[in-house]
């Protein structure tokens, strides 16, 4: 099942803060987090496999509370370059690895 | 450094014709999965290759074959092809099967008439 991502779509002016959340109905191994700008292939951002683990990219971070079954990206200072549609994956337990459902993406939108 | 590369770019088809789309992996990647992306939604998983054999599979009928050559490229067929197959095609690489990072290529814009 495919997770829910909010909010949907959000639009920041560059330097503001945003979160975007990530949750599933169904126990998680890991989250998978990506970026793809319009016309252009999905890019990595990070992975996290533990509950309540932080991990970081330049200013995006994210957390993951595998009891909640959710996981958030936050957007800290946000640059032009933010500007994309992330996705995050999920994967359960018993997944042998990167068999990724994707969610529908939230659009974020950096304006100067 | 070569990253993930796809062929064709574009295609058209009409319904009940086959299809191949190819993927040349991240130099260094063993690892193939591939990805249909319906336009406005996220990608989905179609399967993963890996060792010159499909690990996992998504949710897609056996009309959705694959396969990995020995240099680990591997290409995607699509038989019968149907008007809801029109989507972008996702090749993405990756070093062995765990939870690796990905590197997508730009992907193969199917159309179907």
């Known amino acids: 099942q495919q997770p829910v991502q909010s909010p949907q779509a959000v639009i920041l002016r560059e330097g503001e803060d945003a979160v975007i959340n990530c949750s599933s109905s169904?126990?998680?191994?890991?989250v998978h987090w990506y970026r793809q700008k319009h016309g252009e292939a999905p890019v990595f951002l990070m992975i996290?496999?533990?509950?309540?683990e932080q991990k970081g990219h330049d200013k995006i971070s994210a957390s993951f509370n595998e009891k909640k079954q959710q996981s958030s990206l936050y957007l800290t200072a946000s640059q032009l370059s933010y500007s994309g549609t992330y996705f995050c994956?999920?994967?359960?337990?018993?997944?042998?690895?990167?068999?990724?459902?994707f969610g529908g993406g939230t659009r974020v939108l950096v304006k100067p | 450094d070569a990253g993930v590369t796809q062929s064709p770019t574009h295609l058209i088809k009409t319904r009940g014709q086959q299809v191949t789309l190819r993927c040349s992996p991240k130099?260094?990647?063993?690892?193939v999965s591939w990805y249909q992306q319906a336009l406005g939604q996220g990608p989905q998983f179609i399967f993963q290759?890996?060792?010159?054999?499909?690990?996992q599979r998504g949710n897609f009928p056996d009309r959705f074959s694959g396969h990995q050559f020995p240099n680990y490229s591997s290409e995607l067929n699509v038989n019968a092809l149907l008007l809801g197959d029109s989507a972008l095609y996702l090749c993405?690489?990756?070093?062995?099967?765990?939870?690796?990072?990905?590197?997508f290529g730009d992907g193969t814009r199917l159309s179907i008439l």
């Open positions: 996290l496999l533990k509950g309540g």
């Open positions: 169904k126990a998680l191994y890991s």
């Open positions: 994956g999920t994967e359960p337990p018993q997944a042998a690895g990167n068999k990724l459902t």
């Open positions: 130099s260094g990647h063993d690892t």
């Open positions: 290759y890996y060792e010159e054999e499909e690990r």
């Open positions: 993405a690489s990756s070093l062995g099967v765990g939870n690796q990072p990905q590197h």
